[in-house]
């Protein structure tokens, strides 16, 4: 079983900055980020890979940033220029592979509120 530790949510106001930790227990192939917000479906984020790439979705391209330090298996998202359509639970995703399969796991959700 993989845990996964969130920290970094907060409240700030439009225009602002957060930055959200996901420390995992190993090594994980591919780490990110989804959000929901209230009454509506968890949406992707952003992902990256051990080898370092990067997805993100169209509405946080050029604002958000996504890294990981594997040393620590800890996954970043740098969020800037946030905006009131960001409010939501954030939710740190870990894609795991192994001969049995592939695996996904949730961290318990960070809240990020942006006020106007």
């Known amino acids: 079983q993989v845990q996964l530790v969130e920290s970094g949510g907060g409240l700030v106001q439009a225009g602002g900055s957060l930055r959200l930790s996901c420390a995992a227990s190993e090594s994980i192939f591919s780490m990110g980020w989804y959000r929901q917000a209230p009454g509506k479906q968890r949406e992707f984020v952003a992902t990256?890979?051990?080898?370092?790439?990067?997805n993100y979705a169209d509405s946080v391209k050029g604002r958000f940033t996504i890294s990981r330090d594997d040393a620590k298996n800890t996954v970043y998202l740098q969020m800037n220029s946030l905006e009131p359509g960001d409010t939501g639970v954030y939710y740190c995703?870990?894609?795991?592979?192994?001969?049995?399969?592939?695996?996904?796991?949730w961290g318990q959700g960070t809240q990020v509120t942006v006020s106007s």
């Open positions: 995703y870990a894609d795991k592979r192994s001969r049995y399969g592939s695996f996904d796991y």
């Open positions: 990256i890979t051990t080898g370092g790439r990067t």
